[in-house]
């Protein structure tokens, strides 16, 4: 890939969903997002509406079907609210298209310039896993907010940030025996590369296993680790969500706070509800990491999971799933130095999700 075609960041994600009216408000309210803009019938767009929320430099859009004939409804009645276009920001969104296409992709929209008073943004899409795509999005000659036909709108009731700051990484779950070549793909359609990868011994209990490899572009800048199914004594939570996702798709979103004590502290006070981790992973915690700064008594009270490399340590706690179906959910992650996605953890957070699983019936 040349320069120019470069993905420069994740430029926003937009979930289909049943009403993103309310949607928006849970985003607000439990989550700490700020409304900023918004389109629907009222700013040219017929068939759908869309609501943009902001917190640092996390973009999501919400978008819904006012309609029952649409690609988003048909979404929604397969896969229940999910996400369906993981956005990159580049400078040039035809030469990504073009390389992407050249390196295997399958197109979803050709490079298509969207236009209003603001001048011109240039977009197109490629197929991934699943019903998922990946938009390029360039916008050089766009003075506007967000894209053409979004207007600013505002949060009615705001309650203020919950320090989430930007996407460390998003997690794809993939039918058994595809990770491999769903790495592939991103290896020769975006130039990424793989970052760091874990076995099922590595990630395994009793009763569920799953295998996992990191993508990353190649600034490492974005971080996509896939997941796969692997054999285990009984149903693993990716095919759990393979179930009832009804396929392949976004299985978690990993935001970054600076403080992730305040952080989820402040989601809980505002009615996120958190996976549990058993007494027990604490007892040894303040020996297992190096120079830990947080208390291990206050981590204890936040089910908050602490894991190291030889970069430093980490922290992290993962929501339960934001819908009624066993799905999409999102991490709270703060680097300490470290560049692990939780190795150290997965033993500790499946036991913990798979008690979950059960009480749900799915195990
Ligand atoms: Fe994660």
Redesign the pocket.
């Known amino acids: 890939m040349t320069s120019d075609t470069r993905i420069e960041d994740i430029d926003h994600i937009e979930f289909y969903v049943g009403n993103a009216k309310q949607s928006a408000h849970y985003y607000q309210s439990v989550m700490g997002f700020d409304l900023v803009a918004y389109s629907g019938p009222e700013t040219g767009q017929r068939d759908r509406a869309t609501y943009l929320l902001q917190q640092g430099k996390i973009r999501l859009a919400l978008t819904t079907s006012i309609s029952s004939d649409t690609e988003i409804a048909e979404h929604i009645h397969k896969h229940g609210d999910g996400v369906h276009d993981v956005a990159f920001e580049t400078a040039d969104a035809k030469s990504l298209y073009e390389s992407a296409l050249a390196g295997g992709a399958h197109s979803v929209q050709e490079p298509t310039v969207l236009k209003d008073d603001d001048g011109e943004v240039i977009k197109a899409s490629v197929k991934t896993y699943g019903d998922t795509i990946h938009s390029f999005i360039e916008r050089k000659n766009f003075k506007g907010l967000f894209l053409p036909h979004f207007a600013k709108r505002s949060s009615p009731n705001r309650l203020g940030n919950a320090g989430l700051r930007a996407v460390d990484?998003i997690?794809g779950n993939v039918d058994w025996n595809r990770m491999d070549a769903v790495c592939k793909f991103y290896e020769q359609a975006f130039g990424f590369r793989q970052f760091q990868s874990f076995d099922d011994a590595d990630i395994s209990t009793e009763y569920s296993a799953l295998r996992s490899k990191v993508m990353t572009s190649p600034d490492e800048r974005i971080k996509l680790?896939i997941n796969e199914p692997a054999e285990g004594k009984k149903k693993s939570q990716i095919e759990e969500y393979l179930k009832f996702y009804h396929g392949e798709g976004v299985q978690?979103i990993?935001l970054i706070t600076a403080d992730i004590l305040s952080t989820v502290r402040e989601m809980r006070s505002r009615g996120a509800e958190f996976i549990s981790v058993p007494a027990s992973y604490y007892e040894t915690l303040g020996e297992r990491i190096k120079g830990l700064k947080e208390s291990v008594s206050e981590l204890k009270s936040e089910s908050i999971l602490v894991d190291q490399d030889e970069h430093g340590y980490m922290l992290q706690i993962f929501t339960k799933p934001v819908e009624d179906r066993p799905t999409l959910f999102y991490?709270v992650i703060q680097r300490r130095g470290s560049k692990s996605?939780?190795k150290g953890n997965f033993k500790a957070l499946f036991e913990a999700i798979e008690r979950d699983q059960a009480a749900r019936g799915n195990l």
Do not use: K, R
């Open positions: 990484h997690v680790p978690h990993a991490e996605f939780g």
